[in-house]
Structure formats: structure tokens, C-alpha cells
Nanobody, 117 residues
Framework: QVQLVESGGGLVQAGGSLRLSCVAS????????MGWFRRAPGKEREFVGRYNWSGGRTYYKDSVKGRFTISGDNGKNTVYLQMNALKPEDTAIYYC??????????WGQGTQVTVSS
């Protein structure tokens, strides 16, 4: 099993920045990719971006490209989501997830991000 714990959420004004962290524990060697997702009020959960532990490759949803950056620290089993130039529409609960064999099998509890206008 793998446990994921997110932190770093909060309230920020539009144009501000936040950095979310996701710490993995347990059988972390089984995870090839870490993803970030979010669920806005009244909406379905959506993909934000992902980080591949092998090589550090990243991929982002179009609406966050250039504003969000995902990075990882192997030694700390931690993945980060740096969010800059935040917009009110970025308000959501943000989740990290661990993928094994292409399936996001492990999920954190989520952290709330609120962007005020």
C-alpha cells in the first residue's frame, strides 16, 4: 500500500502563489507517476498535471501551462505543485495521486485552495 498526504493549501488573492506538497509513504517504489487533480465546487474532478519519477517528465492541463509547475524530490518521496498567477477559477480541492501501471490507484485526502478575486 501507498499513503499520500497533501499539504500547503489555503486562501490567496488572485495573482498570488501557493505551493502544494504531496508526501508518499509505504510501497512508493511501485509508483511510476504522480498526478495532481482538482475538484472545483459543483464540478467533476479534473486532471491538472503529472510528474514521472523516471526522468522528471511533466505534463499539464492547457489552462495551467505556464502558471503551474510540478517537481519531485526522490529523497523525500515528495512531489510539489507550484501554482503562480492564481485565478479564482483555480479554486478547488487539490488531490495528488499515485499511478501504478497507468492507473491512479492511490489518492491523498486533498487540500483546499481558495483564490479570492
Amino acid at each position: 500500500q501507498v499513503q499520500l498526504v497533501e499539504s500547503g493549501g489555503g486562501l490567496v488573492q488572485a495573482g498570488g502563489s501557493l505551493r502544494l506538497s504531496c508526501v508518499a509513504s509505504g510501497r512508493t517504489f511501485s509508483i511510476g507517476t504522480m498526478g495532481w487533480f482538482r475538484r472545483a465546487p459543483g464540478k467533476e474532478r479534473e486532471f491538472v498535471g503529472r510528474y514521472n519519477w523516471s526522468g522528471g517528465r511533466t505534463y499539464y492541463k492547457d489552462s495551467v501551462k505556464g502558471r503551474f509547475t510540478i517537481s519531485g524530490d526522490n529523497g523525500k518521496n515528495t512531489v510539489y505543485l507550484q501554482m503562480n498567477a492564481l485565478k479564482p477559477e483555480d479554486t478547488a480541492i487539490y488531490y495528488c495521486a499515485g499511478s501504478t501501471g497507468g492507473v491512479y490507484s492511490y489518492w491523498g485526502q486533498g487540500t483546499q485552495v481558495t483564490v479570492s478575486s
